[in-house]
């Protein structure tokens, strides 16, 4: 079955530098991949979408990676703020409408 | 804009009492809503995905006899928890998505289900 990893150990980072996260997931490519933020106690909000013929995307302070060859998708925050503090899931896009998570990473941005 | 509510946000009932929570998209029509339910720093697991005016498609483990879906028009859908038990104590969240090229999911807040 599809596996999707993502760093459970919390990330914790200075204000101002950049933050980095990992999606890693087995098997079949996706046709796209979206991070997503959430809070606790909230649903999550989209954030950025990437597809399998995209390198790469950029939104703002964000920027994401798409690496088929190495199943691996990149989520990166410039010049953090402690507001960006939240977890951030990963989802995988396969046959239509089925969508898989990770199980997120929290992201501390400490000021 | 795509905005998606969520009713109510914490619900708190007896065992073996049902409960429904509704999940509305406000600006725009969801052709597709999907319901999850997510435990303490775990992944959402998809429960079932609806289409407006057919039945739902629930996924493996997911008893729909115990979790009703029912998506009566393009902006509502509603979960039922019937015969709740401890065990069904959970994060409950659903997401709307229009019949775009992305198919971007939209979320509700989300509903915090406590069965004593």
């Known amino acids: 079955s599809q596996k999707i990893e993502q760093n459970s150990e919390a990330l914790n980072i200075q204000e101002g530098k950049t933050a980095t996260l990992t999606c890693n997931y087995t098997n079949y490519s996706p046709a796209y991949l979206q991070w997503y933020r959430q809070d606790p106690g909230r649903g999550p909000v989209f954030l950025l979408l990437i597809r399998e013929n995209e390198k790469e995307k950029r939104k703002e302070r964000l920027k994401v990676t798409f690496d088929t060859t190495l199943k691996q998708s990149l989520f990166h925050i410039t010049a953090s703020q402690p507001a960006d503090s939240a977890t951030y899931l990963c989802?995988?896009?396969?046959?239509?409408?089925?969508?898989?998570f990770g199980s997120g990473t929290k992201l501390n941005v400490k000021p | 804009g795509a905005v998606v509510s969520q009713h109510p946000s914490r619900v708190i009932c007896k065992s073996g009492t049902s409960v429904k929570i509704e999940c509305r998209s406000l600006?725009?029509?969801?052709?597709?809503m999907f319901w999850y339910r997510q435990f303490p720093k775990q992944s959402l697991m998809l429960m079932a995905t609806s289409n407006e005016g057919s039945k739902a498609t629930y996924e493996q483990g997911v008893e729909k006899d115990k979790f009703l879906i029912n998506h009566a028009s393009l902006t509502l859908s509603t979960l039922t928890v019937t015969s709740a038990h401890p065990e069904d104590s959970s994060f409950y969240i659903c997401?709307?998505?229009?019949?775009?090229?992305?198919?971007?999911?939209?979320f509700g807040p989300g509903t915090r289900l406590t069965v004593l």
């Open positions: 997401s709307a998505s229009t019949s775009g090229v992305t198919d971007t999911q939209y």
């Open positions: 989802a995988l896009r396969y046959n239509f409408n089925k969508f898989y």
């Open positions: 600006d725009f029509q969801a052709t597709t």
